[in-house]
Protein backbone atom coordinates (compact mmCIF):
# COMPACT_ATOMS: atom_id res chain seq x y z
CA UNK A 1 0.00 0.00 0.00
CA UNK A 2 1.20 3.31 -0.85
CA UNK A 3 1.63 6.59 1.54
CA UNK A 4 -1.22 9.28 1.62
CA UNK A 5 0.50 12.21 0.03
CA UNK A 6 -1.47 15.61 1.03
CA UNK A 7 0.45 17.37 -1.37
CA UNK A 8 -0.82 15.01 -3.97
CA UNK A 9 -1.31 17.85 -6.65
CA UNK A 10 -3.84 15.87 -10.37
CA UNK A 11 -1.47 17.62 -12.87
CA UNK A 12 1.65 17.00 -11.76
CA UNK A 13 3.87 14.84 -14.50
CA UNK A 14 1.24 16.10 -17.50
CA UNK A 15 2.50 19.34 -19.29
CA UNK A 16 -0.16 19.63 -21.88
CA UNK A 17 -3.06 19.01 -18.98
CA UNK A 18 -1.43 21.58 -16.87
CA UNK A 19 -1.15 23.88 -19.92
CA UNK A 20 -4.83 23.58 -20.18
CA UNK A 21 -5.36 24.11 -16.85
CA UNK A 22 -3.43 26.80 -16.31
CA UNK A 23 -5.26 28.70 -19.71
CA UNK A 24 -8.93 27.73 -18.04
CA UNK A 25 -7.54 29.56 -14.74
CA UNK A 26 -6.32 32.49 -16.98
CA UNK A 27 -9.31 32.89 -18.91
CA UNK A 28 -11.37 32.88 -14.81
CA UNK A 29 -9.57 35.40 -13.72
CA UNK A 30 -9.66 37.97 -16.56
CA UNK A 31 -13.32 37.24 -16.63
CA UNK A 32 -13.69 37.78 -12.83
CA UNK A 33 -11.89 40.64 -12.86
CA UNK A 34 -13.84 42.51 -15.31
CA UNK A 35 -17.06 41.51 -13.13
CA UNK A 36 -15.72 43.25 -10.12
CA UNK A 37 -16.38 46.51 -10.24
CA UNK A 38 -20.03 45.78 -10.55
CA UNK A 39 -20.10 44.06 -7.04
CA UNK A 40 -17.16 46.62 -5.79
CA UNK A 41 -18.97 47.62 -2.82
CA UNK A 42 -19.32 44.75 -1.44
CA UNK A 43 -22.81 44.33 -0.25
CA UNK A 44 -24.36 42.75 -3.17
CA UNK A 45 -23.83 39.72 -5.16
CA UNK A 46 -24.71 37.89 -7.96
CA UNK A 47 -27.97 36.09 -8.21
CA UNK A 48 -29.96 35.10 -11.69
CA UNK A 49 -28.13 34.90 -14.89
CA UNK A 50 -29.10 36.28 -17.84
CA UNK A 51 -28.02 37.00 -21.64
CA UNK A 52 -24.52 36.80 -19.96
CA UNK A 53 -24.81 38.71 -17.04
CA UNK A 54 -24.89 38.32 -13.30
CA UNK A 55 -27.89 40.17 -11.76
CA UNK A 56 -27.30 41.89 -8.39
CA UNK A 57 -28.57 41.57 -5.11
CA UNK A 58 -28.47 42.31 -1.76
CA UNK A 59 -27.33 39.94 0.99
CA UNK A 60 -30.23 37.98 3.12
CA UNK A 61 -32.40 37.47 0.18
CA UNK A 62 -35.00 34.94 1.66
CA UNK A 63 -34.86 31.15 0.73
CA UNK A 64 -31.49 31.95 -0.67
CA UNK A 65 -28.01 30.56 0.11
CA UNK A 66 -25.62 30.89 -2.63
CA UNK A 67 -24.34 34.82 -1.65
CA UNK A 68 -20.95 33.72 -0.55
CA UNK A 69 -19.82 31.82 -3.49
CA UNK A 70 -18.74 35.18 -4.76
CA UNK A 71 -16.36 36.16 -1.93
CA UNK A 72 -15.32 32.31 -1.85
CA UNK A 73 -14.44 32.86 -5.39
CA UNK A 74 -12.89 36.20 -4.86
CA UNK A 75 -10.64 34.47 -2.66
CA UNK A 76 -9.96 31.09 -4.93
CA UNK A 77 -8.93 34.30 -7.32
CA UNK A 78 -6.94 35.72 -4.75
CA UNK A 79 -5.00 32.80 -4.14
CA UNK A 80 -4.02 32.00 -7.84
CA UNK A 81 -3.06 35.77 -8.48
CA UNK A 82 -2.58 37.36 -5.16
CA UNK A 83 -4.39 40.11 -6.96
CA UNK A 84 -5.47 42.58 -4.01
CA UNK A 85 -8.36 43.73 -6.15
CA UNK A 86 -10.10 40.64 -5.58
CA UNK A 87 -8.97 40.62 -1.72
CA UNK A 88 -10.72 44.29 -1.40
CA UNK A 89 -13.88 43.22 -2.38
CA UNK A 90 -14.20 40.23 -0.13
CA UNK A 91 -12.97 41.84 2.64
CA UNK A 92 -16.23 44.28 2.23
CA UNK A 93 -17.80 41.35 1.76
CA UNK A 94 -17.05 39.86 5.20
CA UNK A 95 -18.49 43.09 6.89
CA UNK A 96 -21.36 42.60 5.44
CA UNK A 97 -21.29 38.77 6.55
CA UNK A 98 -21.09 40.08 9.76
CA UNK A 99 -23.93 42.34 9.72
CA UNK A 100 -26.18 40.00 8.40
CA UNK A 101 -25.53 37.35 11.50
CA UNK A 102 -25.52 39.81 14.05
CA UNK A 103 -28.68 41.29 12.67
CA UNK A 104 -30.10 38.17 12.50
CA UNK A 105 -30.94 38.71 8.95
CA UNK A 106 -32.54 35.33 7.39
CA UNK A 107 -30.06 33.57 9.22
CA UNK A 108 -31.41 32.02 12.45
CA UNK A 109 -33.73 29.66 10.38
CA UNK A 110 -31.53 29.03 7.66
CA UNK A 111 -30.36 25.57 7.20
CA UNK A 112 -27.94 26.35 4.43
CA UNK A 113 -25.84 28.68 7.20
CA UNK A 114 -22.64 26.52 6.65
CA UNK A 115 -22.91 27.08 2.77
CA UNK A 116 -22.70 30.81 3.61
CA UNK A 117 -20.16 31.31 6.41
CA UNK A 118 -18.00 28.76 5.38
CA UNK A 119 -16.76 31.14 2.17
CA UNK A 120 -18.08 34.73 3.44
CA UNK A 121 -16.18 34.17 6.67
CA UNK A 122 -14.21 30.77 7.25
CA UNK A 123 -12.36 31.39 4.04
CA UNK A 124 -10.67 34.93 4.88
CA UNK A 125 -10.00 33.71 8.65
CA UNK A 126 -7.97 30.81 7.17
CA UNK A 127 -6.18 32.94 4.34
CA UNK A 128 -5.85 36.03 6.38
CA UNK A 129 -6.76 35.83 9.87
CA UNK A 130 -9.75 38.01 9.92
CA UNK A 131 -11.15 38.37 13.12
CA UNK A 132 -14.60 39.83 12.13
CA UNK A 133 -14.39 36.77 9.94
CA UNK A 134 -13.90 34.24 12.51
CA UNK A 135 -16.65 35.60 15.31
CA UNK A 136 -19.52 35.64 12.18
CA UNK A 137 -18.59 32.27 11.53
CA UNK A 138 -19.14 30.90 15.20
CA UNK A 139 -22.22 33.28 15.45
CA UNK A 140 -23.60 30.90 12.19
CA UNK A 141 -21.73 27.54 13.68
CA UNK A 142 -24.21 28.17 16.81
CA UNK A 143 -26.98 29.22 14.80
CA UNK A 144 -26.82 26.39 12.47
CA UNK A 145 -26.00 23.71 15.86
CA UNK A 146 -29.14 24.89 17.13
CA UNK A 147 -31.29 23.30 13.88
CA UNK A 148 -30.09 19.54 15.67
CA UNK A 149 -33.15 17.89 16.46
CA UNK A 150 -32.52 14.85 19.10
CA UNK A 151 -35.76 13.08 18.06
CA UNK A 152 -34.44 11.70 15.20
CA UNK A 153 -30.72 12.87 14.89
CA UNK A 154 -30.58 15.06 12.49
CA UNK A 155 -30.31 18.81 11.02
CA UNK A 156 -33.65 19.94 10.24
CA UNK A 157 -33.51 21.70 6.35
CA UNK A 158 -37.20 23.10 6.73
CA UNK A 159 -38.70 25.42 8.68
CA UNK A 160 -38.30 28.26 11.09
CA UNK A 161 -36.25 27.17 14.35
CA UNK A 162 -38.65 25.83 16.39
CA UNK A 163 -41.36 24.86 13.40
CA UNK A 164 -41.54 21.53 14.05
CA UNK A 165 -44.67 20.88 11.55
CA UNK A 166 -44.98 18.07 10.31
CA UNK A 167 -44.15 18.50 6.37
CA UNK A 168 -41.09 20.31 8.29
CA UNK A 169 -39.55 17.62 10.01
CA UNK A 170 -36.74 16.60 7.32
CA UNK A 171 -33.39 16.46 6.52
CA UNK A 172 -31.82 17.04 3.16
CA UNK A 173 -28.67 16.00 1.26
CA UNK A 174 -27.70 19.37 1.02
CA UNK A 175 -26.66 19.60 4.31
CA UNK A 176 -23.52 17.33 3.75
CA UNK A 177 -21.67 20.43 2.61
CA UNK A 178 -22.80 22.40 5.79
CA UNK A 179 -21.34 20.12 8.20
CA UNK A 180 -17.99 21.64 7.41
CA UNK A 181 -19.08 24.74 9.39
CA UNK A 182 -19.76 22.58 12.94
CA UNK A 183 -16.56 20.75 12.27
CA UNK A 184 -14.55 23.91 11.86
CA UNK A 185 -16.51 25.47 14.90
CA UNK A 186 -15.55 22.24 17.29
CA UNK A 187 -11.71 22.31 16.19
CA UNK A 188 -11.82 26.44 16.88
CA UNK A 189 -13.66 26.67 20.29
CA UNK A 190 -12.76 23.09 21.67
CA UNK A 191 -16.70 22.60 21.87
CA UNK A 192 -17.08 19.26 20.99
CA UNK A 193 -20.54 19.67 20.84
CA UNK A 194 -20.63 21.29 17.32
CA UNK A 195 -18.70 17.89 16.25
CA UNK A 196 -20.80 15.42 18.15
CA UNK A 197 -24.01 16.84 16.21
CA UNK A 198 -22.51 16.93 12.74
CA UNK A 199 -21.24 13.16 13.21
CA UNK A 200 -24.99 12.45 14.57
CA UNK A 201 -26.73 13.96 11.38
CA UNK A 202 -23.86 12.42 9.22
CA UNK A 203 -24.72 8.51 10.44
CA UNK A 204 -28.66 9.69 10.19
CA UNK A 205 -28.18 10.81 6.58
CA UNK A 206 -26.02 7.29 6.06
CA UNK A 207 -29.01 5.38 7.25
CA UNK A 208 -32.05 6.26 5.54
CA UNK A 209 -31.05 9.00 2.92
CA UNK A 210 -28.65 7.17 1.24
CA UNK A 211 -30.03 3.91 -1.11
CA UNK A 212 -29.10 0.27 -0.89
CA UNK A 213 -27.36 0.95 -4.19
CA UNK A 214 -25.47 4.26 -3.05
CA UNK A 215 -27.58 6.41 -4.89
CA UNK A 216 -29.33 9.42 -2.74
CA UNK A 217 -32.58 11.05 -1.51
CA UNK A 218 -32.80 14.85 -2.12
CA UNK A 219 -35.14 15.18 1.14
CA UNK A 220 -36.00 12.50 3.88
CA UNK A 221 -39.21 13.21 6.45
CA UNK A 222 -38.99 11.76 9.85
CA UNK A 223 -42.07 11.36 12.47
CA UNK A 224 -41.72 13.97 15.03
CA UNK A 225 -43.88 12.21 17.39
CA UNK A 226 -41.52 8.93 17.59
CA UNK A 227 -38.18 10.39 16.05
CA UNK A 228 -38.20 7.63 13.31
CA UNK A 229 -37.76 7.62 9.59
CA UNK A 230 -40.93 8.34 7.16
CA UNK A 231 -40.05 8.34 3.19
CA UNK A 232 -37.59 10.08 0.98
CA UNK A 233 -38.45 12.25 -1.36
CA UNK A 234 -37.17 15.30 -3.24
CA UNK A 235 -37.62 18.73 -4.06
CA UNK A 236 -35.31 19.35 -7.15
CA UNK A 237 -34.77 15.74 -8.62
CA UNK A 238 -37.08 14.23 -11.32
CA UNK A 239 -39.34 12.37 -8.80
CA UNK A 240 -39.17 11.15 -4.89
CA UNK A 241 -37.25 7.83 -6.12
CA UNK A 242 -34.67 9.39 -9.09
CA UNK A 243 -31.09 10.74 -8.07
CA UNK A 244 -31.05 14.06 -8.28
CA UNK A 245 -27.03 14.53 -9.59
CA UNK A 246 -26.03 17.37 -7.73
CA UNK A 247 -27.20 16.02 -4.37
CA UNK A 248 -25.29 12.91 -5.05
CA UNK A 249 -22.13 15.49 -5.50
CA UNK A 250 -23.04 16.76 -2.24
CA UNK A 251 -22.32 14.21 -0.38
CA UNK A 252 -19.42 12.52 -2.07
CA UNK A 253 -17.41 15.96 -1.09
CA UNK A 254 -19.01 16.04 2.15
CA UNK A 255 -18.09 12.68 3.08
CA UNK A 256 -14.24 13.74 2.09
CA UNK A 257 -14.47 16.97 4.50
CA UNK A 258 -15.87 14.72 7.17
CA UNK A 259 -13.42 12.16 6.63
CA UNK A 260 -10.48 14.85 7.07
CA UNK A 261 -11.88 16.14 10.30
CA UNK A 262 -12.55 13.09 12.00
CA UNK A 263 -10.08 9.94 10.02
CA UNK A 264 -13.21 7.85 10.93
CA UNK A 265 -12.64 4.60 8.59
CA UNK A 266 -16.16 3.47 8.57
CA UNK A 267 -16.90 6.83 6.31
CA UNK A 268 -14.40 5.42 3.59
CA UNK A 269 -16.73 2.57 2.11
CA UNK A 270 -19.82 5.28 2.22
CA UNK A 271 -17.74 7.32 0.25
CA UNK A 272 -17.23 4.40 -2.21
CA UNK A 273 -20.61 3.66 -2.35
CA UNK A 274 -22.08 7.03 -3.09
CA UNK A 275 -18.72 7.90 -5.62
CA UNK A 276 -19.48 4.60 -7.76
CA UNK A 277 -22.89 5.78 -8.21
CA UNK A 278 -22.01 8.98 -9.45
CA UNK A 279 -19.12 7.64 -11.81
CA UNK A 280 -21.52 4.92 -12.86
CA UNK A 281 -23.93 6.90 -13.73
CA UNK A 282 -21.58 9.27 -16.17
CA UNK A 283 -22.59 9.96 -20.15
CA UNK A 284 -19.78 9.63 -22.41
CA UNK A 285 -18.56 13.13 -22.01
CA UNK A 286 -18.13 12.82 -18.09
CA UNK A 287 -20.71 15.90 -18.04
CA UNK A 288 -23.30 14.82 -15.45
CA UNK A 289 -27.42 15.27 -16.29
CA UNK A 290 -29.50 17.01 -13.88
CA UNK A 291 -31.04 13.80 -12.47
CA UNK A 292 -28.78 10.47 -13.01
CA UNK A 293 -32.48 8.64 -13.99
CA UNK A 294 -31.14 10.34 -17.70
CA UNK A 295 -28.51 9.48 -19.94
CA UNK A 296 -26.76 10.00 -23.27
CA UNK A 297 -29.37 9.57 -25.94
CA UNK A 298 -31.98 11.33 -23.59
CA UNK A 299 -33.05 15.38 -24.66
CA UNK A 300 -32.60 16.61 -20.89
CA UNK A 301 -30.13 19.33 -19.69
CA UNK A 302 -27.13 18.30 -17.89
CA UNK A 303 -25.65 20.09 -14.10
CA UNK A 304 -21.70 20.75 -14.97
CA UNK A 305 -21.74 22.23 -11.35
CA UNK A 306 -22.59 18.48 -10.23
CA UNK A 307 -19.24 17.62 -11.83
CA UNK A 308 -17.29 20.30 -10.62
CA UNK A 309 -18.66 19.41 -7.17
CA UNK A 310 -17.61 15.62 -7.31
CA UNK A 311 -14.38 16.27 -8.66
CA UNK A 312 -13.31 18.65 -6.01
CA UNK A 313 -14.58 15.52 -3.52
CA UNK A 314 -12.90 13.30 -5.00
CA UNK A 315 -9.44 15.14 -5.35
CA UNK A 316 -9.73 16.17 -1.63
CA UNK A 317 -9.70 12.15 -0.60
CA UNK A 318 -7.06 11.74 -3.07
CA UNK A 319 -4.96 13.77 -0.16
CA UNK A 320 -6.22 11.91 2.56
CA UNK A 321 -5.95 8.14 2.02
CA UNK A 322 -3.74 6.49 -0.53
CA UNK A 323 -4.39 6.20 -4.15
CA UNK A 324 -4.15 2.26 -3.98
CA UNK A 325 -7.27 2.08 -1.40
CA UNK A 326 -11.12 2.41 -1.67
CA UNK A 327 -10.85 2.83 -5.51
CA UNK A 328 -8.99 6.31 -5.75
CA UNK A 329 -7.12 5.72 -8.90
CA UNK A 330 -10.03 4.97 -10.68
CA UNK A 331 -11.81 8.31 -9.23
CA UNK A 332 -8.96 10.07 -9.90
CA UNK A 333 -8.92 8.78 -13.86
CA UNK A 334 -12.75 10.11 -13.69
CA UNK A 335 -11.63 13.09 -11.93
CA UNK A 336 -9.37 14.62 -14.65
CA UNK A 337 -11.58 13.52 -17.44
CA UNK A 338 -14.64 15.41 -16.21
CA UNK A 339 -12.00 18.19 -15.56
CA UNK A 340 -10.59 18.47 -19.03
CA UNK A 341 -14.78 18.13 -20.57
CA UNK A 342 -15.52 21.01 -18.47
CA UNK A 343 -12.56 22.91 -19.50
CA UNK A 344 -13.19 21.70 -23.19
CA UNK A 345 -17.52 21.73 -23.23
CA UNK A 346 -18.49 24.44 -20.62
CA UNK A 347 -16.30 26.63 -19.97
CA UNK A 348 -16.50 30.63 -21.03
CA UNK A 349 -13.62 32.85 -22.17
CA UNK A 350 -13.02 36.46 -22.45
CA UNK A 351 -13.79 36.72 -25.83
CA UNK A 352 -17.45 35.53 -25.24
CA UNK A 353 -18.07 38.75 -23.15
CA UNK A 354 -20.02 36.98 -20.71
CA UNK A 355 -19.51 37.34 -16.78
CA UNK A 356 -20.23 33.19 -15.91
CA UNK A 357 -17.03 30.94 -15.77
CA UNK A 358 -19.33 27.71 -16.40
CA UNK A 359 -21.89 26.73 -19.02
CA UNK A 360 -24.77 24.13 -18.87
CA UNK A 361 -25.66 23.89 -15.18
CA UNK A 362 -29.42 23.34 -13.97
CA UNK A 363 -29.74 25.42 -10.79
CA UNK A 364 -33.69 23.63 -10.77
CA UNK A 365 -34.84 22.43 -13.53
CA UNK A 366 -38.55 21.95 -11.95
CA UNK A 367 -38.31 25.88 -11.84
CA UNK A 368 -36.98 26.01 -15.10
CA UNK A 369 -33.69 27.00 -14.52
CA UNK A 370 -31.76 24.78 -16.87
CA UNK A 371 -28.75 25.19 -19.03
CA UNK A 372 -27.65 28.33 -17.24
CA UNK A 373 -24.75 29.38 -15.34
CA UNK A 374 -24.58 29.66 -11.54
CA UNK A 375 -22.08 31.20 -8.80
CA UNK A 376 -21.92 28.10 -7.32
CA UNK A 377 -20.58 26.59 -10.50
CA UNK A 378 -18.53 29.06 -10.77
CA UNK A 379 -16.99 28.57 -7.49
CA UNK A 380 -16.65 24.47 -8.12
CA UNK A 381 -15.13 24.77 -10.73
CA UNK A 382 -12.55 27.44 -10.18
CA UNK A 383 -11.59 25.45 -7.23
CA UNK A 384 -10.87 22.05 -9.38
CA UNK A 385 -8.74 23.69 -11.51
CA UNK A 386 -7.15 24.96 -8.29
CA UNK A 387 -6.97 21.90 -6.69
CA UNK A 388 -5.99 20.33 -9.89
CA UNK A 389 -3.07 22.79 -10.28
CA UNK A 390 -2.01 23.49 -6.84
CA UNK A 391 -1.30 22.02 -3.23
CA UNK A 392 -4.63 23.75 -1.80
CA UNK A 393 -3.29 23.86 1.82
CA UNK A 394 -6.12 26.52 3.40
CA UNK A 395 -9.11 24.27 1.98
CA UNK A 396 -12.18 26.85 2.54
CA UNK A 397 -14.44 23.81 4.04
N1 LIG B 1 -29.69 23.94 -2.08
C1 LIG B 1 -28.54 23.44 -2.69
C2 LIG B 1 -28.65 23.09 -4.12
O1 LIG B 1 -29.53 23.52 -4.82
O2 LIG B 1 -27.82 22.37 -4.56
Same mark, same amino acid.
Given at each position: ????????? *????????????????? /?????????????????????????????? !???????????????????????????? !?????????????????????????????????? *?????????????????????? !??????????? $?????????????????????????????? *????????? /???????????????????????????????????? $???????????????????????????????????????????????????????????????????????????????????? !????? +?????????????????????????????????????????????????????????????????????? *??????? +?????
Amino acid at each position: MSEVNRNYV *LSDGDAAFRAELDQAIA /DACAILKGTLPKFADGDVYPRGYKNGKWGV !APNAQPNYWTESFWPGLLWLAYELTKDE !AYRQVADKNVLDFYRRVVENDEVDWHHDIGFLYT *LSSVAPYKLTGNKIAKEAALIA !AYSLSRRFRYR $GSFIQSMGADGNYEPQNYRFIVDTMMNLPL *LFWAAEETG /DQTYKDKAMRHLRTTLKYLVREDGSTYHHFLMDHAT $GGPIRGLTLQGAHDESFWSRGQAWIIYGLAVAYDYTKDESLLPEFVRVTDFFINHLPKDYVPFWDFIYNDGDDEPRDSSAGAIA !ACGIL +EMARLIPHDTYNMEKYLRVAKEMIISMMRNCKTTPDMGVEALLLHTTPYKKGNSYDTSCIYGDYFYLECL *LRATRNW +ENRYW
